[in-house]
């Protein structure tokens, strides 16, 4: 008996031995719960790693889909974190927002860590809303952590529409017998009838069927049902059915055939559309409109977490140390480059780690790309007219330093870029410039290009990290702000591109026009620069023949910067114009 007495007290022992962390409210069965005693010790000191991703990564939570909020919780204390609790709450009402329990976190020891995923679900029904999840980290002992936020957009489900877009009668070939071939449908005529419709929802219409019908008797109709598939946002789909009236026809305006369409849900549906066919007439001419799932409304507000606390940090991946830079195998000896960065703007707001892109994209400009000659202008360096001054071709410093024909050339810019008020002109802007007066101040980039163009170098390659839609850089701790009055305004620049017809042409910009560009807190750089540089170390060799095309670069930098700036703020995404297939480091 006190063998056995013994051999049960070994096992508790040795349980609560091993178990130094466990997790409550994790999906793997239990047999018996035993809460553990806490002892206070040491203070822990806790650090905790936030991602989120949903299961089509576009970081907005749509009707049925699911989602993991992860947090890996890391001690970096002398002490043992004890009785952790993960406490989310949300700020908004809707039943059909599902978030798993709340999760409970034993023991984490010293130099320890712990993995706590919070699934999170969106029911077919639910809201258009934004969540405000807060993010609580409860220790037995009050060494609590500030509380994090994860804003996230919720959307309902999107409806397809399916309308009636026109028709044409066809009176001639076969399974036809016309009195008159002239496009129009008489007594007495059998005719195929192309019916045109249209789904300009904002979801697939799912097994779309159409079914016609008539109220009289006099009219004979074939092919009055059939499968239509699913139908995509925007798309057009046709199909035929046979109309004969008979000489009893005695209706003057149009006749009672109607046509329905189902889809599976039953939110697109038409319902009994009267045809417009009069006798003796020709049918209106078909309309379609130019219809696209309409997501880019949401595209600034996906899923991004909220916090003040230097112990929270998101999961941005591994980062690259980009501040040293190894030279390449590529030399040109007849090359400059100019590099530009306004960090600090006297009548704007800061463009964050600016000045810092400038400094690093130059080491990357001299040891990666081989350049010959940089040279880099700083905030208030770019004042005034400096843009003209450096790159008007007849006049400006830059041009004594090509020879025609021969002379390579790079230019890199890093700051604010501007666009007007009706979003027709972009400009880069000099650090004391005022928005009133931008078509003086502002260098517009049409005018820009041409300039560079017009230098006659050999080849011109220019990186842009600046965005043209009308709001500052922010980050994961900087906010963005208005830099024009913009609100509500689509930019969509006319560009002139010099591109166009010269290969030799080519601009990588960080975003499109609708877009931010936003700053990476971890590098202190743009987030664009950064991947820039992470690419051009050699990352960007995706074929691995020791050689970083054009392609690849853009390729490697637009695949980082997409990714990553949903966990930031909002997509950003990379845009490239010219020639994919040139060399531009050969490692």
Sequence with gaps: MKKFTLLIGCMVILFFGYSQKIIEGSSKPTRFKIEPTYDRGLPPNLFVELNFQDDNGNGILESEEKANLKLTISNKGKGRAQGLEVLINDNVDDDDFFIGGNRKIYFIGPDESADVIIPIEAGFDIKTAEHKLKIDVKEHFGYDMDPAFLVLNTLEHQKSKIVFSGLEIVDYGEGTGAIVEDGQLQAGEMVRVKLVVQNVGQNVAKNAKFFLKTLDENIFIQHIEGD????????????????????????????????SLKEELGYGDLEDFQLPIVLNQKPPVTHTLNVQADLDKFKQQVARFEYTSNKFTTNLGNLKNIADVLPSKTSRLNSVAVVLGIENYKDLPPAPYADNDATIIEKYFKNRLGVDQVVVFKNEEISGLKFDDIFNPDYGQLQKSILKGETELFVFYSGHGVPSKNGDNIYLFPSDGKVERIEIQGYDLNKFYQH???????????????????????????????????????????????????????????????????????????????FLCVGMQG????????????????????????????????IQTPQFRGNREAILIEL
Excluded at 247 to 252: L, Q
Excluded at 469 to 491: M, P
Excluded at 540 to 568: H, M, P, Q, W, Y
Aim: aromatic share 10%; net charge neutral.
């Design 539 to 570: 990352d960007a060799d995706l074929n691995d023949d020791r050689k970083i095309t054009n392609g690849e670069l853009f390729d490697f930098v637009c695949s980082k910067v997409k990714e990553t700036s949903k966990k930031i703020f909002g």
């Design 452 to 530: 560079l163009e017009g230098l006659g170098a050999k080849s011109v390659t220019v990186f842009i990290d600046a965005c043209f839609s009308g709001a500052s850089r922010t980050t994961e701790k900087i906010a963005t702000e208005n830099l024009v009055a913009t609100k509500g305004l689509r930019i969509e620049p006319r560009l002139v591109g010099p591109w166009l017809k010269n290969p030799n042409f080519t601009v990588f910009n960080s975003s499109g026009a609708q877009e931010t560009s936003l700053g990476f807190d971890l590098s202190k750089t743009g987030l664009f620069t950064y």
């Design 228 to 259: 239509l598939g699913d139908i995509a946002v925007g798309e057009v789909k046709e199909f035929w059915v046979t109309v004969s009236p008979n000489k009893r026809i005695t209706t003057k305006e149009e006749l009672p055939i109607y046509v």
